[in-house]
Nanobody, 130 residues
Framework: VQLQASGGGLVQAGGSLSLSCAAS????????MAWFRQAAGKEREFVAA????????DYASSVKGRFTISSNSAANTVYLRMNRVDTEDTAVYYC????????????????????????WGQGTQVTVSS
């Protein structure tokens, strides 16, 4: 599978933005999908994940209640809806796919580890202004 992230841009604090991750070469329903982000000078961190059947979701505490991850198998795309964004959300956002299947969802630590994701998109910049 190949991943293409898009939708980043400049948004004011308190506003909303939607990111998309279009997959090609394979169906997103065969993978667990996730969004990670990396702010300047910081390590890449987990944001959200959705299981390969869409039945399980996970969010980092910093975004829970504000961000929503979803997948659309017909469009072969995964989305990240970002509401009430804050300057702390400024980062390059990456989508990723994992083929670890159900093993990924046994452990929170596993599904939040970038080492468990096989394929990465190129990243899209999100900048939140105050």
């Amino acid at each position: 599978v190949q991943l293409q992230a898009s939708g980043g841009g400049l948004v004011q604090a308190g506003g909303s933005l939607s990111l998309s991750c279009a997959a090609s070469g394979s169906s997103v329903s065969a993978y667990s999908m996730a969004w990670f982000r990396q702010a300047a000078g910081k390590e890449r961190e987990f944001v959200a994940a959705v299981s390969w059947r869409g039945g399980s979701l996970d969010y980092a505490s910093s975004v829970k209640g504000r961000f929503t991850i979803s997948s659309n198998s017909a469009a072969n795309t995964v989305y990240l809806r970002m509401n009430r964004v804050d300057t702390e959300d400024t980062a390059v956002y990456y989508c990723a796919a994992s083929s670890f299947g159900s093993r990924l969802w046994v452990s929170m630590r596993a599904r939040r580890s970038e080492n468990k994701y096989d394929v990465w998109g190129q990243g899209t910049q999100v900048t939140v202004s105050s």
